[in-house]
């Protein structure tokens, strides 16, 4: 039987430049038994191949449901390489495990496509903390900004802006805006956009929204944790407060975390981002130890836990409902999503005129190092 809990969420008030404590709430699913889990991951099975249906998954929901994606023909990976994915997947029906601004992203590529969700209510503190009639709002009263939004942001806050960014490539895209003499007004995340805003020196009007699971990340604790295991490498997401980018050994998205893993000369990590990366770390490194990185402590208390709350409402139980019932549709307004595609495709298109721009070398590391930054948030 479902619960709920709440949660709560750095709500910003651009208006008074100040921020408050919002609440929201997720429900939390029971775990099936294993006998259960068997039987619906062969119905699961069976309905994929029957409705020609793919399965996208994000590193940070079930590992139940990460293998299953892969094991069907679908992918794991992050928000922009889901829906990349699934617009050149030939499958007609597309089934994102994730959070709501992945199946519209997945939707506004793939408009003749059917997305379906497990549930709809999964969302994100980004996205919840960035409503659009504020954000539009906001804008309006810096016309003489070229605005940039993180991916995680609803279809209609997209649709306001003039380029979308992932983690992988907003450095580069804001320094190329930058280079070019324009002031930059950034959405949603606040940790994000000064860790941007240091390394390339733009002039940068942020939105202070932050990630609930990575806003939790502590600096004291993390520094503690260190002490005690001094061969450790820290991988830390750009969406981490300062304190924590300080000590990090790699700041990156996820795909670059997971890399890092994989080609470091190294054993044990710890790792400042969202606990469901976990396993796809240890299957990518195998006899590697992986370490959360604290987000409680004494200078804290965990709310989060290192995972978040709505990621884990995606399930097998609700999976196969959505599969059986053709349920939690994805819709996005026709002209909101005309909109928000062109700030996707701006950025696309740098991608792909950035890996034209590389002249390959011999180097087959550095190759690798050039065009792990051309991915996914």
Known sequence: METTKVIEFERPQMDIGSSCVANAWARVPDVPDAAEKLAL??????????????????????????????????????????????RDHPAQTLVVA??????????????EKTILMPDLDA??????????????????????????????TSAAVKARADWMVTSSIGLDIVAHLHAQGKKILWAPDKHLGSYIQQKTGADMLLWQGSCLVHDEFKGIELDLLKAEHP???????????????????????????????????????IVATDNG?????????????????????????????????????????NLLHVLESGDNEIHVERATAEKAKLCIDRMLDFAAAKKANVRPSADLAKEGKLFAGIGPA
Request: glycine share 6%.
């Open 98 to 111: 994730g959070v709501k601004f992945m199946g519209e992203t997945a939707k506004i590529l793939s408009p």
């Open 123 to 152: 969302t994100c503190s980004l996205d919840l903390g960035c409503p659009a009639d504020e954000f539009t709002a906001f804008c309006d009263a810096h016309p003489d900004r070229t605005v940039v939004v993180y991916a995680n």
């Open 231 to 269: 061969h450790a490498k820290v991988l830390v997401h750009p969406e981490s407060p300062a304190a924590v980018v300080a000590q990090a050994d790699v700041v990156g998205s996820t795909s670059q975390m997971i890399h890092a893993a994989q080609t470091m000369d190294a054993e044990e990590f």
């Open 41 to 86: 991951k062969a119905r699961i099975r069976q309905l994929l191949k029957e409705k020609q249906a793919v399965l996208v998954a994000h590193y940070y929901v079930d590992a139940e449901l990460q293998d299953l994606a892969e094991e069907t023909g679908g992918c794991v990976s992050d928000s922009l390489e889901m829906a990349r994915f699934g």
């Open 277 to 317: 990366i976990l396993h796809k770390m240890q299957l990518a490194a195998p006899g590697k130890r992986f370490i959360v990185a604290p987000t409680a402590g004494n200078s804290a208390t965990c709310k989060s836990c290192a995972h978040c709350p709505w990621m884990a409402m995606n399930g097998l139980r």
